[in-house]
Nanobody, 115 residues
Framework: QVQLVESGGGLVQPGGSLRLSCAAS????????INWYRQAPGKQRELVAT???????NYADSVKGRFTISRDNAKKMGYLQMNSLKPEDTAVYYC?????????WGQGTQVTVSS
């Protein structure tokens, strides 16, 4: 059974930084892409960043230059480093992996950017 567990969210002031983590279990982690999504209140869930098995990355325009996605295959961990945070980054952040056409999601971690 694949399980994903996010951590690292919290309250941060505008301009601050947070590092989100996604711990995976129950799968051959290194061969699958990792996605980070977010969902703000009243809005649809949106794709924020993707990292492939070969560590190619892609970002939503709204976070380019501020967020960095990475992975540590030995630890079965995915990360999202978020810098220069803005109030509009406030959302619940989720990691996702699609494994053999099955979607797996973590429970989400709340990020609140406010002064």
């Amino acid at each position: 059974q694949v399980q994903l567990v996010e951590s690292g969210g919290g309250l941060v002031q505008p301009g601050g930084s947070l590092r989100l983590s996604c711990a995976a279990s129950g799968t051959i982690f290194s061969i699958h892409p990792i996605n980070w999504y977010r969902q703000a209140p009243g809005k649809q869930r949106e794709l924020v960043a993707t990292i492939t098995a070969s560590s190619d990355t892609n970002y939503a325009d709204s976070v380019k230059g501020r967020f960095t996605i990475s992975r540590d295959n030995a630890k079965k961990m995915g990360y999202l480093q978020m810098n220069s945070l803005k109030p509009e980054d406030t959302a619940v952040y989720y990691c996702r992996m699609n494994i053999r056409n099955n979607d797996y999601w973590g429970q989400g971690t709340q990020v609140t950017v406010s002064s």
